[in-house]
């Protein structure tokens, strides 16, 4: 068990509509991470906040978005929803400071399937 | 931009082999490099990591190098035993001013008895 809780674990939903997957990170950690894990495009990260402010943005569609709050669990907003967004989203956390690498703890994700 | 290759799965080995995944990166600077697990079911784990070069990580019999010189980070092992059958991932962090990982395309291995 990493201490990262993802919820839902499974998610099935239709074409056009919006989901949003909740995360909450290990405690104290105040860095989150979101990927998604897909057969053709493989784990690719999407966005990344660090104590409430967005830090590094990766190939995140526009369709989706991100925060995360004051008690530092995060959120992954998904709307207008395509076949194509069926993957896993893992959700990450680290306590990473700027200028060096902390090891990301991954939660068991997510599984959304669009129909 | 920052890349990783990794060898093509699946993987298929007997019980007591000897493992060996590739792992070549594209990189600007000097990256840290990691690999990866991810068991059925389950989040990915860090297996391993090296931040410079020559640098070697191990845990749990998996061994990795950090050459630059041929800019790899090949994962092995002498001896894989069934419950090594998982997917491994290579990664590398490459900007300190984020935490951002990039991960290789996974290779799924099977050790069958």
């Known amino acids: 068990d990493s201490g990262v809780t993802q919820t839902p674990k499974h998610l099935i939903t239709a074409t056009g509509q919006r989901v949003t997957l909740r995360c909450s990170p290990r405690s104290g950690d105040l860095s989150v991470y979101w990927y998604q894990q897909s057969l053709d495009q493989g784990l690719q990260f999407l966005i990344q906040?660090?104590?409430?402010?967005?830090?590094a943005k990766g190939n995140i569609l526009e369709r989706f978005s991100a925060q995360q709050f004051p008690d530092l669990h995060s959120e992954l907003n998904l709307s207008s929803l395509e076949l194509g967004d069926s993957a896993l989203y893992f959700c990450?956390?680290?306590?990473?400071?700027?200028?060096?690498?902390?090891?990301?703890?991954f939660g068991p994700g997510t599984r959304l399937t669009v129909l | 931009g920052n890349s990783v290759t990794q060898m093509e799965g699946p993987v298929t080995l007997s019980e007591e082999a000897f493992l060996t995944i590739n792992c070549t990166y594209t990189?600007?600077?000097?990256?840290?490099l990691f690999w990866y697990v991810q068991y059925p079911g389950e989040g990915l784990q860090l297996l391993l990591k090296a931040t410079k070069a020559d640098d070697k990580g191990s845990n749990k019999g998996f061994e990795a190098t950090y050459r630059k010189e041929t800019t790899s980070f090949h994962l092995e092992k002498g001896s894989v035993q069934v419950s090594d059958s998982a997917v491994y991932f290579c990664?590398?962090?490459?900007?300190?001013?984020?935490?951002?990982?990039?991960f290789g395309q996974g290779t799924t291995l099977q050790v069958k008895p």
């Open positions: 906040y660090y104590n409430g402010e967005e830090r």
């Open positions: 990664a590398l962090h490459g900007s300190s001013n984020t935490g951002k990982l990039i």
């Open positions: 990450a956390s680290s306590p990473w400071t700027s200028g060096s690498y902390n090891e990301q703890f």
């Open positions: 990189a600007t600077g000097y990256p840290s």
